[in-house]
C-alpha cells in the first residue's frame, strides 16, 4: 500500500463487494459511481454540488478537452483540478471511444488514430503516448490505456484484431505513462479489458494486461448497443478474469438497475452520462422507476419527485414546479433534475455498498427490483 494509490476490499457479499480505493487527492468508496465531467464540468452543477450527492471522483474526457480549451493550455493553467475547481480525484479516458464515434473522418493504423475534429475540422493524431502526453497535462489522477473500442455486431475475426491490437497499445500505453515523471509517481494507470462478446478473447485480453500490470483494469466494449441480458452475459465471466485484489472498472454504464446487476457480479467502478443526460431532457430516476417530469399528469403534483429522497430537490420542491420549469425550457429545471439524479445515483451506490457490508445484497437486490420495475 502507497499514498499513490491503494485498493482495499472491507466486505464482499457472493461476487459483490465493497471496499475503498485510497489515493493522495482522496478516498473513493466503492461500488463508486462517477459524474460525468465532459468538458471539465458536471453539466449543470457546480463541484460542490456534485460533491454534496455523495460523488468522491468524476471523469473528465481526454478527446473534448484536447481540443478545447486544449492539454497544454490546461496544463498552462494549472491543471483540470485548478481549472475547474474541483479537488478530489479525476479519472479521464483516454479518449478513443470519442475519437471513433464522434469524429467525421477516422484513418486507424498501428501507430494511433488519425481523426477530423468535430468542432472545427482540424486534422490530429491520438497514439497512446499522445494520450498518456495528454492525461499527464490534464493531471489526471486515474489514467485510462488507450484501446480501440469495436461496434457492437462486429464478427469473430475482426473482434479478435481489434483486441490484440488493444493490447500492443496497452503495453505502449504502461511504457509512455511510466516515463511521466513526478505525474506518474502520484497517479494510477488502468488497462481496458476487450474482446467483444467472446469468453476466449476476454480471457486472453485479461491475461494480457495482467502480464504489462495495470493499477485497476476496466471492462471495455460494452454498454455499445447489446442490450442488458447480452452485457449480463460477459459480467457473468469477464470480472472474474481480472485480478480480484485490483479494481474493477464498468465504462460507460450505466442504467440504475445495471449497476445493480454488475455489482452483483462483481464490479466496483461506473461512469455515464446517463443521471445528467436524462435530467436535461425532464427523465428522472426514482426508487420507484423513471419519472418524465414533462408528462401532464404532473401538472398540478404538489408531491416531491420522488418521496423515498431526501435530496435537496425533493425537499424543496413540487413536481408541479418541476414539471413546469422543464416545459418552460428554464435552465433551473436542468439543474434540479440533474441534481436529483445524480443524488440517486450516489444513495443507490451507497444502500448497495451498506448491503454488501451487511451481508444482505441478494435481498436489497430482490427488493429493488421488485420496486424499481413495477
Known sequence: MTDRFAFQVAATDGAARTGVIRMQRGEIRTPAFMPV?????????????????????????????????GAERMARLGGLHKFMGWDRPILTDSGGYQVMSLSALTKQSEEGVSFKSHLDGSRHMLTPERSMEIQRLLGSDIVMAFDECPPNGVDA???AASMERSMRWAARSRAGFDAGG?????????????????????????????????????????????????????????????PADKPRYLMGVGKPDDLVGAVAR????????????????????????????????????????????????????SRAYLHHLVRAGEMLGAMLMTQHNLHFYQALMQ???????AGSFAAFQSDFADRYRK
Open 37 to 69: 465531467g465532459t468538458a471539465a464540468t458536471v453539466k449543470a452543477m457546480r463541484p460542490a454540488e456534485v460533491r454534496a450527492t455523495g460523488a468522491d471522483i468524476i471523469l473528465g474526457n481526454t478527446y473534448h478537452l484536447m481540443l478545447r480549451p
Open 157 to 159: 475475426k475482426r473482434a
Open 182 to 242: 513526478d505525474h506518474a509517481a502520484r497517479s494510477a494507470l488502468f488497462g481496458i479489458q476487450q474482446g467483444s462478446l467472446d469468453e476466449t478473447l476476454r480471457a486472453r485480453s485479461a491475461a494480457a494486461l495482467i502480464d504489462i500490470g495495470f493499477d485497476g483494469y476496466a471492462i471495455g466494449g460494452l454498454a455499445v448497443g447489446e442490450g442488458q441480458e447480452a452485457m449480463f452475459g460477459v459480467l457473468d465471466y469477464a470480472p472474474g478474469q481480472l
Open 266 to 317: 462483481g464490479v466496483d467502478m461506473f461512469d455515464c452520462v446517463l443521471p445528467t443526460r436524462s435530467g436535461r431532457n425532464g427523465q428522472a430516476f426514482t426508487w420507484d422507476g423513471p419519472v418524465n417530469i414533462r408528462n401532464a399528469k404532473h401538472a398540478e403534483d404538489m408531491g416531491p419527485l420522488d418521496p423515498s429522497c431526501d435530496c435537496p430537490v425533493c425537499t424543496s420542491w
Open 351 to 357: 444502500r448497495m455498498r451498506d448491503a454488501i457490508a
